[in-house]
């Protein structure tokens, strides 16, 4: 939850986007590139899942949903494919798309997966 929606509010209302480490300004749309608009969205998700547990593991539901939604910047921003096709950077494989950065055919929801198995192990 705290990803998708750091990720949806972040690329239709987010102003800069940045590497999840160094902060580097970058183009927006980038694999695992952040923002601060959707970053803030990203800790509402994580608290809205937390709320939604009832119980003493909401702080640590929330930690570990934000913390999860982090990681899946990191990894899509070093491990997600990324295709070039005429002058333009794509997140999804294509028939003439080139790859030029990250594993080939790793996707968004291969990183989805793995980002969802790391915060379940926090927990």
């Known amino acids: 939850l705290s990803d998708t929606w750091a990720s949806d509010f972040g690329q239709v209302v987010g102003k800069v986007s940045r590497h999840p480490v160094t902060l580097k300004r970058l183009t927006k749309g980038v694999n695992g590139a952040i923002s601060m608009e959707g970053t803030v969205v990203g800790l509402l998700g994580a608290i809205v899942a ?7 593991c909401f702080l640590k539901a929330v930690c570990c949903g934000f913390l999860g939604c982090y990681v899946d910047s990191l990894i899509g921003i070093t491990l997600q494919g990324s295709y070039l096709e005429d002058g333009v950077v794509y997140n999804e494989w294509g028939q003439n798309r080139v790859n030029v950065g990250g594993i080939p055919m790793l996707s968004n929801g291969a990183v989805n997966l793995i980002s ?3 915060s379940g192990v926090f927990v």
């Open 50 to 56: 937390g709320i939604s547990l009832f119980n003493n």
């Open 116 to 118: 969802s198995i790391l």
